[in-house]
């Protein structure tokens, strides 16, 4: 099961559904209702859901899917808040499994703000291993990604709250 949040125009949904193998499966999420209405027509054998990417766990529910193998983001994380990542973060350790990998890029520019640091602090608290590739400086603008696995379990309260217990989990 691959996932990917923030479908946008559909350049990367298009090439993870050429490079499926037989028999996985591609959910591709998309806040946008025009841009899902878009994706929608141009890209008919894709399975596009228009939510927002805080509600993944409910959406892989409702696809009777209980945990992703791989989830793709192009998300704008450094425009988001840090309520907003840490809302998404923990969807993403919630849906993804134990040997899962998460793999979100972002551009160089971006990576200058301080929203950047505190998503990347949400990385590391959030895997056990997070790793960044080299810029890519023939893309415009420059851009890297990140590699991100094992998922640091998500255990919730009984007051329902969301909490990390990094301490508790072996990395």
Known sequence: ??????????????????SLKNGATFISI????????????????????????ENLPAILQQHSVTKADVIISSLPWASFSTTLQHQITHAI?????????FITYAYVCGALLPSFAAFRKQLTESFCTVDTSRIVWNNFPPAFLYQCRKPVPVFVKSAGIPSSHRSKYNC
């Open 93 to 101: 350790r919630a849906s993804l499994k134990p040997d899962g990998i």
């Open 1 to 18: 099961m691959v996932v990917e949040l923030g479908a946008g125009t559909g350049c990367i949904s298009r090439h993870v559904s050429r």
């Open 30 to 53: 998309e806040k946008n209702p025009q841009l899902y209405k878009t994706l929608v027509e141009q890209q008919s054998d894709t399975c596009f859901v228009l939510d927002a990417a």
